[in-house]
């Protein structure tokens, strides 16, 4: 009877084996962190180190969690990167002091994790805060850039709805302490569960995991003063729009932009409006909202993939 079962329990294996993916061995998510500038800095890792590398940079009040789905879409094509920005998921916060934490830090930041992984060229994902630290790294490293991945992050002013325009823009005028008090307000899971919740398909659906995890972070004072930092920094990054658009039809990197129509801060004109700077560029609309990966990452993964992983090189 031992043998007999060592025997079937042999071919049930090699039957799993078979019947999952050829990437299914790099799959696996590992969880690590490294210290930059004397504070961690907290990441995820998947696949095979021989294929490409995308870099997956998210976006506010979120961390690399809101890429938990897709990173094992991924792991069969790519070595995937996305890690969590100082202040923000399970990196540290910088200490507080003079200099408040800005889009420029940021970008450093993730500038010195690439190099620090040795990567020497990658696909970057970009959504929300991710375009503005993902922009920065294409525009001073060209060369380096195998593709881009946008998704809800604008290159335009006519890629936002034009009511948060309005009011980031008038904000600009107001005394110091009204200026951070009005930006504090914002970095909350009130503003959290309202960016998941608004304009996706069927928010009965949304796993609540996702906003319980950024909760974690926006109850901890040192990020939420990191966060409420950023979000005074935000006319930096439309100071920066035309270099940007400079950048795409100089350089013309291969695109693919994936799009929430439903997101209540970013217009669906954002999109569109990179098709106009870069014609080359892909661009699908979903009926979602901001956070499109919650329901539409399985479409998306496909789409990279398809694009951008190393079959299609």
Known sequence: MRSEFFTWATYLTLLLTLSVSPGAAFAQTEYRYVTLDGGKMFYREAGDLRNPTILLL????????????????LAAHFHVLAPDYPGMGNSDAPASGDHPLTFDVLAETVDTFVRRMGIGSAVIYMQDFGGPVGMRIATLHPDWVRGLVIQNTPMTLDGWQPARLQAIQAASILKPVEKRDAAQARVSVATDLFL??????????????AWVNDALALSDPDK???????????????????????????????????????????????????????????????NTGHFALEEDHLDIAKRINNKFGHSSQ
Do not use: C
Not at 202 to 207: A, E, H, S, V, Y
């Open 58 to 73: 998210h976006g506010f009040p979120s961390s690399s969690h809101m890429f938990r789905d897709l990173i094992p879409e």
């Open 196 to 209: 998941y919740r608004h304009g996706a398909r069927d928010p009965g659906t949304l796993n609540p995991d």
């Open 224 to 286: 939420r003063r990191a966060m409420t930092d950023l979000q005074l920094d935000i006319l930096s990054n439309l100071a920066l729009y035309p270099k940007w658009q400079a950048y795409l039809r100089a350089s013309h990197p291969p695109t693919l932009v994936v799009w929430g129509d439903g997101d209540p801060i970013f217009a669906p004109r954002g999109a569109d409006a990179i098709k106009d700077i870069l014609p080359s560029a892909e661009i699908v609309h979903y």
